[in-house]
Nanobody, 124 residues
Framework: QVQLVESGGGSVQAGGSLRLSCVVS????????MAWFRQAPGKEREGVAS???????RYTDAVKGRFTISRDNAEKILYLQMTSLKPEDTAMYYC??????????????????WGQGTQVTVSS
């Protein structure tokens, strides 16, 4: 079984920062690609950032230069450091992981395991 639990969401003013965490349980964490997705009311879920087993990162253009994805393979935690937050970043944020050996992407179809989400609200 693979389980993911997000935390770190909250309400901040524009320009503020938050760090999201995702604790992963299950075998093979270091061999899986992982990603953060987000979904705002009335919008489709979109990929925010991904990181593969070799540490290669990918970001959607909307967050490039502001967000940083990282992973702690020893503790099996995925992070998303968010800075210079904007109101348009407001969404439910989900962490997700692939099956073993999958290459990372920002396509939700690639991801088989999902957390329950943590809410991020950015006010102006």
């Amino acid at each position: 079984q693979v389980q993911l639990v997000e935390s770190g969401g909250g309400s901040v003013q524009a320009g503020g920062s938050l760090r999201l965490s995702c604790v992963v349980s299950g075998y093979g964490y270091g061999m899986r690609s992982m990603a953060w997705f987000r979904q705002a009311p009335g919008k489709e879920r979109e990929g925010v950032a991904s990181i593969d087993s070799d540490g290669r990162e990918r970001y959607t253009d909307a967050v490039k230069g502001r967000f940083t994805i990282s992973r702690d393979n020893a503790e099996k935690i995925l992070y998303l450091q968010m800075t210079s937050l904007k109101p348009e970043d407001t969404a439910m944020y989900y962490c997700a992981t692939t099956r073993l050996g999958e290459i990372a992407s920002l396509s939700q179809q690639q991801y088989n395991y999902w957390g329950q989400g943590t809410q991020v609200t950015v006010s102006s």
